[in-house]
């Protein structure tokens, strides 16, 4: 696994020499219930990114430095919480990119917090359009919506001595898509004391590893299917 943060400037100008895709994990900074560090999503974004099967099926990914801020104004009155906005985070991403390119043959931007889609998809559509060779992933689980059995099984699998299971209980268990317009209008601590937007209780390691599996997987075919044009895996 190349790691960015590891190199310095002469060992990344001989692997970009042979063409290289840059993998930028984008998480947030926000409250996940009283069981979960505010770091889940970017934890979870570095996890995908930094796993050993990475580096063997894709050896030409470089791995960014983790951004751990984004858009999360949802989750505004819970301790903890940093966001930088909708607007902050679009010109963060296309101004990165706009930097990476004079580097990498490419850039894939992996985004593991929801609220963070809309700006991601403005920026990926701008910088389209000036013809950056650039691409956005995002991981497709089924399952609670935040802070819930999905996300905790993850940090399980992940980060087992940061998540306080004793902690754990169920926030609102209803459809993200049926309490959507209660968040927009008065965001998460309006529909959950706690900020669990799920049931925690029941996470497992075991699923976590499964669900982290699956995901790497799903980013795997992402990045081969994608036409790098100039890259040399």
């Not at 101004?95 to 990476?100: I, K």
């Not at 209008?185 to 959950?192: E, F, L, P, Q, R």
């Not at 036409?227 to 040399?232: A, C, H, P, R, Y």
């Amino acid at each position: 696994m190349t790691s960015l943060a590891q190199l310095a400037w002469p060992d990344i100008a001989s692997i970009t020499d042979r063409g290289a895709v840059l993998l930028v994990p984008v998480g947030s900074t926000e409250q996940h219930g009283p069981h979960l560090p505010v770091t889940t999503d970017t934890d979870i974004a570095v996890a995908i990114v930094s796993h050993r099967t990475i580096g063997i099926r894709i050896p030409h990914a470089v791995i960014a430095p983790a951004i751990p801020y984004g858009s999360c104004g949802e989750h505004a009155g819970f301790p903890g919480t940093l966001s930088i906005g909708q607007a902050a985070t679009e010109l963060v991403l296309v101004e990165l990119v706009r930097s990476a390119s004079a580097t990498f043959a490419a850039v894939v931007v992996v985004s593991t917090h929801g609220g963070n889609s809309e700006p991601v998809e403005r920026a990926m559509a701008l910088l389209g359009s000036e013809g950056r060779n650039v691409r956005t992933w995002s991981p497709r689980w089924q399952g609670d919506a935040h802070a819930g059995h999905t996300e905790t099984s993850l940090m399980l699998a992940i980060a087992p001595d940061r998540v306080r299971l004793e902690s754990a209980a169920p926030g609102d268990t209803r459809t993200l898509a049926s309490i959507l317009p209660e968040l927009r209008a008065g965001g998460v601590a309006s529909v959950s004391p706690n900020g669990v937007l799920g049931d925690p209780t029941m996470a497992s390691p075991d699923e976590g590893k499964r669900l982290l599996t699956s995901a790497v997987d799903d980013l795997i075919g992402f990045v081969e299917s994608c036409d790098f044009t100039g890259v040399q895996p």
